[in-house]
């Protein structure tokens, strides 16, 4: 059984890491399916989930609609595009510390921040 689980999640990184374009995990589910049509779609969001939890992946929430992932973990910044929803890389410098620059935190304990930039890709601007 846990050699099972081994495999499906080895099937599921791996076509992570082929699309490489911060897929759904429904994007995930249909391109598992053309090679490995029994791997089921509740399997790929727990194995998702699973490797997000652990930090092997990036979840990717997005304001509206369903979360992205990321293969690469290193801290980056990501575009969404508020027409079609890909979402791409963004190439920049990291940040720093932006919680150490908050003053006003309401007595919060910051654990961290995340950057998401909106807008319209190559594509849909044509
Ligand atoms: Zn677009
Ligand atoms: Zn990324």
């Not at 495999?7 to 759904?24: F, G, M, R």
């Not at 654990?111 to 594509?123: A, E, I």
């Amino acid at each position: 059984m846990a050699e099972r689980h081994t495999v499906q999640k080895d099937i599921i990184y791996a076509v992570l890491c082929e699309l490489a374009n911060h897929p759904t995990a429904d994007m995930v589910y249909e391109q598992v399916q053309l090679t490995h049509p029994s791997v089921s779609k509740a399997t790929v969001y727990r194995v998702l989930g699973r490797m997000a939890e652990q930090g092997s992946i990036l979840r990717l929430p997005m304001s509206d609609g369903a979360d992205h992932f990321d293969h690469q973990t290193h801290p980056h910044y990501h575009v969404y595009c508020e027409e079609c929803g890909r979402v791409a890389d963004v190439i920049m410098p990291e940040l720093g510390n932006l919680c150490a620059a908050v003053t006003d935190s309401c007595g919060y304990e910051l654990t961290g921040y995340r950057v998401l930039f909106k807008g319209r890709c190559p594509d849909c601007r044509k």
